[in-house]
T-cell receptor, first 115, second 109 residues
Framework: ETGVTQTPRHLVMGMTNKKSLKCEQH?????MYWYKQSAKKPLELMFV???????ENNSVPSRFSPECPNSSHLFLHLHTLQPEDSALYLC??????????????FGQGTRLTVV | GQNIDQPTEMTATEGAIVQINCTYQ??????LFWYQQHAGEAPTFLSY??LDGLEEKGRFSSFLSRSKGYSYLLLKELQMKDSASYLC??????????WGAGTKLIIKP
């Protein structure tokens, strides 16, 4: 298996549920990212991990909680979400952060619907 | 603030040429990326420009003018499979990626 893999592809959850999104990369990269993609809006960077250390948290509500146990795996734990959190959640990886020319490789995303 | 502008939607005909523009205002510049995203799929890397000029890669070319804060993606010999969204993104002075909202390209037979 190659590239960046996200599970599940689709998720419907109630506002009181707890769920987790999983991302795995097989590219040997050191940086991993969570993005939120809403219709007709730019990609919103949520969290960045570099060498397993969180380097960015872009004012994301605490109902989103990331976890990076190693450089290959990234989780996004979800708790008491709101309907406006419904979106496509994309995971990406790159060789590292803070250098030019390093493109990001994306997973296919998890389509999240909060009801 | 930082901002990237690109048209929301464009329509072109199969076999034709289309140019998708991107203008940016960012705190510093360390390179510009174009990505393609088919509906329901992952964005995939198309091109990277850090110096002024044209980068050609098969049917796709990308141009950059740093003095004008401007780039375009040129798609030649359009095929139906080119129907997708095209995302422009810029590395700012901190190498943070700033994204445009994407241009949805519709190809008609």
């Amino acid at each position: 298996e190659t590239g960046v893999t996200q599970t599940p592809r689709h998720l419907v959850m109630g506002m009181t549920n707890k769920k987790s999104l999983k991302c795995e990369q097989h590219l040997g990269h050191n940086a991993m990212y969570w993005y939120k993609q809403s219709a007709k809006k730019p990609l919103e960077l949520m969290f960045v991990y570099n060498f397993k250390e969180q380097t960015e948290n872009n004012s994301v509500p605490s109902r989103f909680s990331p976890e990076c146990p190693n450089s290959s795996h990234l989780f996004l734990h979800l708790h008491t979400l709101q309907p406006e959190d419904s979106a496509l959640y994309l995971c990406a990886s790159s060789q590292t952060t803070g250098t030019g020319g390093t493109e990001a490789f994306f997973g296919q995303g998890t389509r999240l619907t909060v009801v | 603030g930082q901002n990237i502008d690109q048209p929301t939607e464009m329509t072109a005909t199969e076999g034709a040429i289309v140019q998708i523009n991107c203008t940016y205002q960012t705190s510093g510049f360390n390179g510009l990326f174009w990505y393609q995203q088919h509906a329901g799929e992952a964005p995939t890397f198309l091109s990277y420009n850090v110096l002024d000029g044209l980068e050609e890669k098969g049917r796709f070319s990308s141009f950059l003018s740093r003095s004008k804060g401007y780039s375009y993606l040129l798609l030649k010999e359009l095929q139906m499979k080119d129907s997708a969204s095209y995302l422009c993104a810029v590395h700012d002075s901190n190498y943070q990626l700033i994204w445009g909202a994407g241009t949805k390209l519709i190809i008609k037979p």
